[in-house]
């Protein structure tokens, strides 16, 4: 609720009795206009949750207003903006201040750490061949990453790759590692994650500034590091859009395929209204096949 959130960080703001206000909306000063300037020209729609407005300077997304207005960093903003501007993952409804999410646990399959030489090593570092032991390593123990042998119970012989939410692991893939295997990606099962991939954006606990990269899959987002994400495919929801929305850049770089580029297209249009989109093309079919300059050049946009 904007209005708690404002009282609560004692936010000057009105709703009545200045010129700028209206019906169904809150106004605030304008963090980006020059100092000195308490004329309330920026307003915020209570119904719509879209972001900021200023008469004079135009939009700002609501992490980076929370932020200027707070002097806080984005991270820090946009875990206030979670709790409480957006509405609760999975379709439940908002309590109080905090978003409910399910409460049952991610059961991940059992498996083993990645150390050089071994069978899970050998496989990322041929995905990474820009990465260095160190680099590798660091990617590992960020993310959780491991893998699983033949016998696994679950998703046998498969890199798992964890997805964060808020500090925690909510779900996973998995990525055969034999290539023997018709199904390259799988998904965990309903019954054993906490939330599905598309009620959430993978890599957005590791987007540390107010830009994004959205990438067709999980290792292109690893490829580029903290800020890329992805969406689980190129099709997207409206759970991930309100996440999306919240960056004031967003890059989107998909595969050269004709139908991920109608999705970047579709996508880009969606987030117009709130952010400043660009859609990227790599010289090579995706992000994982691009040479290290393309790479390099990906990972300045986030800078």
């Excluded at 200045?18 to 915020?44: A, I, S, T």
């Excluded at 439940?92 to 090593?121: F, M, V, W």
């Excluded at 680099?135 to 491991?146: D, M």
């Excluded at 893998?147 to 692991?169: C, H, Q, S, V």
Aim: glycine residues 6%; neutral net charge; aromatic residues 12%.
């Amino acid at each position: 609720m904007i209005i708690k959130l404002l009282e609560d960080f004692n936010i000057d703001h009105r709703e009545t009795g200045n010129e700028h206000c209206r019906y169904g909306w809150v106004q605030v000063n304008c963090p980006f206009c020059l100092e000195g300037d308490y004329k309330f020209h920026m307003g915020f729609n209570k119904e719509e949750n879209y972001g900021f407005n200023c008469y004079r300077c135009g939009y700002h997304s609501e992490v980076k207003t929370i932020s200027k207005i707070l002097q806080i960093n984005i991270q820090q903003a946009r875990t206030i903006i979670r709790r409480y501007l957006k509405k609760a993952i999975g379709n439940t409804e908002q309590i109080d201040s905090e978003i409910k999410a399910s409460t049952k646990n991610c059961i991940l399959p059992i498996g083993h750490k990645i150390k050089p030489e071994n069978r899970g090593y050998r496989y990322l570092k041929s995905r990474f061949p820009y990465h260095n032991i160190r680099e590798l390593q660091n990617i590992v123990k960020k993310h959780k990453i491991y893998y699983t042998e033949y016998d696994a119970e679950l998703m046998p012989n498969r890199i798992i790759i964890p997805t964060w939410f808020n500090g925690e692991i909510v779900t996973y893939q998995g990525r055969d590692y034999t290539n023997e295997s018709r199904a390259k990606y799988l998904n965990a099962e309903p019954e054993n994650e906490k939330m599905n991939i598309k009620d959430i954006v993978w890599g957005y606990d590791f987007c540390n500034f107010d830009k994004v990269l959205v990438c067709e899959g999980v290792f292109d987002a690893l490829m580029i590091g903290d800020g890329a994400v992805h969406l689980g495919g190129t099709a997207y929801t409206e759970t991930q859009v309100n996440l999306l929305k919240e960056f004031s850049k967003v890059y989107i770089c998909f595969d050269s395929e004709k139908q991920a580029s109608i999705q970047a297209s579709k996508l880009a249009d969606r987030l117009s209204l709130y952010s400043q989109v660009f859609i990227l093309q790599t010289d090579a079919e995706d992000i994982g096949s691009a040479d290290i300059k393309e790479i390099e050049q990906l990972r300045r946009l986030l800078e």
